[in-house]
């Protein structure tokens, strides 16, 4: 099975489509709330060198935003 994380904020819509897009899949993941965690904010822009949420990981490949192709694509 593939590690995924997601990194989220709450107030962002296109996380939630994110995580019951994983959800609806039976998928486990790792939600990581950057919105509360400065060290986690950090981790995200040295993977996307951006600030966007959400980011998905799985399997070390990065996706940013809501990217349903990507997302299956590596969830293959």
């Keep these: 099975m593939s590690e ?4 989220t904020t709450a ?10 897009y994983l959800t609806e899949k ?7 709330d950057v919105g509360e965690d400065s060290d986690s904010v950090e981790e995200m822009i040295a993977l996307t060198g951006q600030r966007n949420v959400p980011v ?13 192709k990507a ?5 293959k």
């Design 4 to 7: 995924i994380k997601v990194y």
């Design 56 to 68: 998905t990981v799985i399997d070390g490949e990065v996706i940013v935003g809501f990217d349903r």
């Design 11 to 20: 107030s962002c819509p296109w996380c939630t489509k994110i995580k019951n």
């Design 26 to 32: 039976g998928l486990d993941y790792q939600e990581i």
């Design 71 to 75: 997302l299956e694509e590596q969830l």
